[in-house]
């Protein structure tokens, strides 16, 4: 961990007005910004310890706070900080060339450091903050970024050689090493006979024995569980992700389910999902094994999942250009029904899709007056702080970039500058965007649906239901069930991508019709209450997937959905301040022991 160098907000003050160059303002300032984020970064290099301990001690409530913690964390830095420079120096925003000398000395200051990307990013969210208000693009490219290796140090991993099979006290060994608990297993013996069997089995399926297991010394904590992930090297050169799920009861900590396959790690580290909390400092090289562990996730990603958010923004913009660069493939309007509230563009074979919203909504918007832009894109920025519960895309939001005009068709760019000319504009060579969402890249659900053969739309039948549950248990209601706002990914997963009629899930008033008599034709009563009214019983008609045959496969695996009960009982745990359980892996992972 870095040591602060101990200039605090006051001993800044008073040093300012005592400055007197510029030249000296620039350094005091630099000194103070370095001693800010040296405080913000301790801080957040805390919080996966404190969230193994949550995990410890069973304190759910714990883990869903420190997830939203770590989140906002930088950013009440970064506002607080803004705020104060442009109070001790009013004419900030429009002094280029001092925030040009902070940066470059800023940089001398970092550049030595492991973590010098995070403090640069650091310095360049100031910068954004300062322009918040303004049409003023700041860089969001990499300068002198650390590199991420293959040459792994040897504190992130623990390498486990076998001979033959996988025994229960080699696996009884990973439990125990890895990451070091303060609690207990229940049954110890047990899982680790269970594992190994799980393990033997897949070598038996490839016909080879396993040469090498490699675990990452580090324990990965999300919501009511931890992770143990490494991979398996098999004789016969191959390997396979090993991800041991563990949970904790009153009788101890357990493993739950193990993960062989690598589209359901892809999953489990979906950005859809809550970032885990990793006890390691190596966010470089735990980043670039992750995406040799799933190559088909893009790198970027895996540093926003590991909670380095900001990292993880500057390399989705590289990848966004070098996408374009290496295809010659444009942005371009995304396939699909044009959306009523976002324009949504991609290239056409990218990892991520990027959307803005409308000035004004199209004629097909059904939901009353529009709240403006601001309010939609709060919706989005809230998903991004809360548990996703592996059903909700993540957003990177974007403020204040500025993307090369070769980047985007001309009939895009002709769109974007009329429909969306609040927040977007051209700068000479440049567009510039007010904000931008980047999600990772999904194939609309009607799409899909239309292209699917029955095995395939089986699975993402049951899936569209299990993302409807995941959501609700995180206490967000869909209020437009239309298929059209869900999305399809490589691994068959359906996730909800657009967020426009997203409520708070207890606000909702779960009403029915189906205690009405036929032929009654007086209003019902809830018809004149106010709020957000939902009558379970219309989720298959609210769907609007056109072919019967879908629509009764979906009352065969959710038809829970469609009753008053599911809802109130969920709706009655999140009023207790319960955390409901959800899936994130299928009932074919979890161990069956004798």
Same mark, same amino acid.
């Given at each position: 961990?870095?040591?602060?160098?101990?200039?605090?907000?006051?001993?800044?003050?008073?040093?300012? #007005?005592?400055?007197?160059?510029?030249?000296? $303002?620039?350094?005091?300032?630099?000194? +103070?910004?370095?001693?800010?984020?040296?405080?913000?970064?301790?801080?957040?290099?805390?919080?996966?310890?404190?969230?193994?301990?949550?995990?410890?001690?069973?304190?759910?409530?714990?883990?869903?706070?420190?997830?939203?913690?770590?989140? =906002?964390?930088?950013?009440?830095?970064?506002?607080?900080?803004?705020?104060?420079?442009?109070?001790?120096?009013?004419?900030?925003?429009?002094?280029? /060339?001092?925030?040009?000398?902070?940066? !470059?000395?800023?940089?001398?200051?970092?550049?030595?450091?492991?973590?010098? !990307?995070?403090?640069?990013?650091?310095?360049? =969210?100031?910068?954004?903050?300062?322009?918040?208000?303004? +049409?003023?693009?700041?860089?969001?490219?990499?300068?002198?970024?650390?590199?991420?290796?293959?040459?792994?140090?040897?504190?992130?991993?623990?390498?486990?050689?076998?001979?033959?099979?996988?025994?229960?006290?080699?696996?009884?060994?990973?439990?125990?090493?890895?990451?070091?608990?303060?609690?207990?297993?229940?049954?110890?013996?047990?899982?680790?006979?269970?594992?190994?069997?799980?393990?033997?089995?897949?070598?038996?399926?490839?016909? &080879?024995?396993?040469?090498?297991?490699?675990?990452?010394?580090?324990?990965?904590?999300?919501?009511?569980?931890?992770?143990?992930?490494?991979?398996?090297?098999?004789?016969?050169?191959?390997?396979?992700?090993?991800?041991?799920?563990?949970?904790?009861?009153?009788?101890?900590?357990? &493993?739950?389910?193990?993960?062989?396959?690598?589209?359901?790690?892809?999953?489990? *580290?979906?950005?859809?999902?809550?970032?885990?909390?990793?006890?390691?400092?190596?966010?470089?090289?735990?980043?670039?094994?992750?995406?040799?562990?799933?190559?088909?996730?893009?790198?970027?990603?895996?540093?926003?999942?590991?909670?380095?958010?900001?990292?993880?923004?500057?390399?989705?913009?590289?990848?966004?250009?070098?996408?374009?660069?290496?295809?010659?493939?444009?942005?371009?309007?995304?396939?699909?029904?044009?959306?009523?509230?976002?324009?949504?563009?991609?290239?056409?074979?990218?990892?991520?899709?990027?959307?803005?919203? $409308?000035?004004?909504?199209?004629?097909?918007?059904?939901?009353?007056?529009?709240?403006?832009?601001?309010?939609?894109?709060?919706?989005?920025?809230?998903?991004?702080?809360?548990?996703?519960?592996?059903?909700?895309?993540?957003?990177?939001?974007?403020?204040?970039?500025?993307?090369?005009?070769?980047?985007?068709?001309?009939?895009?760019?002709?769109?974007?500058?009329?429909?969306?000319?609040?927040?977007?504009?051209?700068?000479?060579?440049?567009?510039?965007?007010?904000?931008?969402?980047?999600?990772? $890249?999904?194939?609309?659900?009607?799409?899909?649906?239309?292209?699917?053969?029955?095995?395939? @739309?089986?699975?993402?039948?049951? /899936?569209?239901?299990? &993302?409807?549950?995941?959501?609700?248990?995180?206490?967000?209601?869909?209020?437009?069930?239309?298929? $059209?706002?869900?999305?399809?990914?490589?691994?068959?997963?359906?996730?909800?991508?657009?967020?426009?009629?997203?409520?708070?899930? #207890?606000?909702?008033?779960?009403?029915?019709?189906?205690?009405?008599?036929?032929?009654?034709? !007086?209003?019902?009563? +809830?018809? *004149?209450?106010?709020?957000?009214?939902?009558?379970?019983?219309?989720?298959?008609?609210?769907?609007?997937?056109?072919?019967?045959?879908?629509?009764?496969?979906?009352?065969?695996?959710?038809?829970?959905?469609?009753?008053?009960?599911?809802?109130?009982?969920?709706?009655?745990?999140?009023?207790?301040?319960?955390?409901?359980?959800?899936? @994130?892996?299928?009932? /074919? &992972?979890?161990?069956?022991?004798?």
């Amino acid at each position: 961990m870095a040591v602060a160098i101990g200039i605090d907000q006051e001993q800044f003050t008073f040093r300012m #007005v005592g400055a007197a160059s510029r030249g000296n $303002r620039v350094r005091i300032t630099a000194e +103070w910004v370095l001693a800010q984020f040296e405080q913000f970064y301790n801080e957040f290099l805390e919080v996966p310890y404190r969230a193994k301990t949550a995990f410890e001690q069973r304190h759910h409530a714990t883990s869903i706070w420190l997830s939203r913690h770590r989140l =906002s964390l930088y950013s009440s830095y970064i506002h607080r900080m803004g705020a104060y420079l442009q109070a001790i120096q009013p004419n900030i925003s429009v002094d280029a /060339s001092f925030l040009n000398q902070l940066e !470059d000395h800023f940089w001398r200051m970092i550049e030595q450091r492991y973590e010098s !990307d995070v403090a640069y990013a650091f310095m360049h =969210s100031i910068r954004r903050m300062v322009y918040r208000d303004e +049409w003023k693009p700041v860089e969001y490219s990499s300068f002198g970024f650390a590199e991420s290796s293959d040459d792994y140090p040897v504190e992130l991993l623990q390498i486990f050689p076998v001979h033959g099979q996988v025994n229960a006290t080699l696996v009884e060994r990973i439990l125990r090493e890895i990451p070091e608990f303060s609690v207990g297993y229940g049954d110890i013996t047990g899982d680790s006979e269970a594992v190994a069997w799980r393990i033997n089995r897949l070598a038996g399926r490839r016909a &080879c024995d396993t040469a090498t297991i490699e675990m990452i010394d580090a324990g990965f904590y999300r919501n009511r569980g931890a992770y143990l992930v490494g991979k398996i090297a098999f004789s016969n050169g191959s390997h396979a992700p090993l991800i041991l799920a563990l949970l904790n009861s009153t009788g101890g900590i357990y &493993c739950d389910a193990v993960i062989l396959d690598q589209h359901l790690a892809h999953n489990l *580290f979906s950005s859809t999902l809550a970032n885990f909390h990793v006890t390691t400092l190596y966010y470089h090289e735990l980043s670039a094994y992750l995406h040799a562990l799933m190559p088909q996730r893009a790198l970027g990603l895996n540093y926003s999942t590991i909670g380095y958010n900001h990292v993880g923004k500057v390399a989705v913009i590289n990848e966004l250009k070098q996408e374009v660069a290496s295809t010659g493939e444009v942005l371009d309007t995304a396939i699909g029904e044009p959306g009523t509230v976002a324009i949504g563009f991609a290239g056409r074979h990218s990892a991520y899709n990027l959307k803005v919203v $409308r000035n004004h909504p199209t004629a097909g918007y059904k939901w009353g007056e529009f709240e403006g832009i601001d309010s939609v894109k709060q919706k989005y920025s809230r998903v991004h702080e809360i548990n996703r519960t592996g059903s909700m895309l993540d957003n990177i939001i974007y403020f204040n970039i500025a993307l090369e005009r070769e980047l985007f068709a001309q009939s895009l760019i002709d769109e974007l500058l009329i429909e969306a000319s609040e927040t977007v504009t051209r700068q000479r060579d440049m567009i510039v965007f007010k904000y931008l969402i980047v999600q990772p $890249r999904m194939t609309p659900l009607p799409v899909f649906l239309q292209n699917a053969g029955a095995r395939e @739309v089986r699975i993402v039948i049951e /899936s569209l239901g299990d &993302c409807i549950k995941n959501n609700a248990a995180a206490n967000i209601f869909n209020k437009d069930l239309d298929a $059209r706002n869900y999305g399809v990914s490589h691994f068959l997963k359906v996730y909800l991508y657009d967020y426009d009629a997203l409520e708070v899930m #207890v606000d909702v008033k779960i009403r029915s019709n189906l205690d009405r008599f036929d032929g009654e034709e !007086d209003i019902p009563d +809830w018809y *004149f209450e106010d709020g957000i009214v939902f009558l379970p019983e219309e989720i298959e008609a609210g769907l609007c997937i056109d072919d019967r045959s879908q629509r009764q496969l979906f009352r065969e695996f959710h038809g829970d959905l469609l009753t008053t009960r599911y809802w109130e009982t969920l709706q009655n745990e999140l009023a207790q301040n319960e955390v409901p359980a959800v899936k @994130v892996y299928p009932d /074919s &992972c979890r161990l069956q022991r004798a």
